[in-house]
């Protein structure tokens, strides 16, 4: 590895590769240079200095993220957990009382990670939804969980219930919070008094709920599968 500008720096030659390509890998705090195998790393770095202003913006960016890599911490139903890889041939992901072990070659590691998540997603929410929805009489169409950054939650008019598999981080009380929100879109698509009357006859402390996500949901929505 060489470093451009205290910016530490990665080669790779890659013998389908046309021109050169650069990226910031956020979780070895690195740029890599991908390069045609006629180029030389001289050349290599040159073309990095060209673009280290947008390195140093990448940088900046990606310290305020989290990864589903080995070696940080991420939350599940409020309880963090490390994230620690095992290399095997089997690919299992297990958890302990404090660690999310995930096997297999490191390569796809972190979409393991993310569809792990989504299952435990769906199979917290669903049963949730459906328990809610029958409480008031409704009934919604299929739960979706999606990658969504910006949204937690969304209900169609045709009755499909949307999540963030990020949700499955969030305490219990914020998950039940943000179900009760969108099955109560099925009666009410909108947020008029009406519908915050459903929403509290479903959960406790929403508004409370709402404040939790404001201040402490963004950084759960900055958590990345790459």
């Avoid at 095992?86 to 297999?104: A, P, R, W, Y």
Wanted: glycine letters at 4%; charged letters at 25%; hydrophobic letters at 40%.
């Amino acid at each position: 590895m060489s470093n451009l500008n205290n910016f530490p720096l990665e080669f790779k030659t890659h013998k389908r590769a046309k021109r050169m390509k650069l990226r910031y890998d956020a979780a070895k705090c690195c740029a890599v240079v991908t390069m045609p195998p006629e180029s030389t790393r001289r050349e290599a770095q040159h073309f990095a200095s060209l673009h280290i202003s947008w390195l140093e913006k990448q940088r900046k960016s990606s310290s305020e993220r989290i990864f589903l890599s080995p070696g940080y911490h991420i939350p599940i139903e409020g309880i963090p957990y490390f994230i620690v890889h095992k290399n095997d041939n089997i690919g299992l992901i297990k958890q302990t009382d404090f660690e999310i072990v995930v096997g297999g070659d490191k390569i796809g590691f972190s979409k393991r990670l993310e569809n792990y998540l989504k299952k435990l997603a769906q199979k917290k929410i669903e049963p949730l939804a459906q328990q809610m929805a029958e409480s008031i009489g409704l009934s919604f169409r299929r739960i979706q969980i999606r990658d969504t950054k910006s949204r937690w939650g969304s209900c169609s008019s045709s009755g499909t219930l949307s999540f963030s598999w990020r949700l499955i981080m969030c305490p219990n009380k914020i998950i039940e919070y943000v179900v009760a929100h969108e099955v109560s879109h099925i009666k009410e698509m909108n947020h008029s008094p009406a519908f915050w009357s459903v929403v509290d006859e479903l959960v406790n402390d929403a508004k409370i709920s709402r404040k939790w996500l404001k201040s402490e949901g963004q950084a759960l929505m900055m958590i990345l599968s790459e």
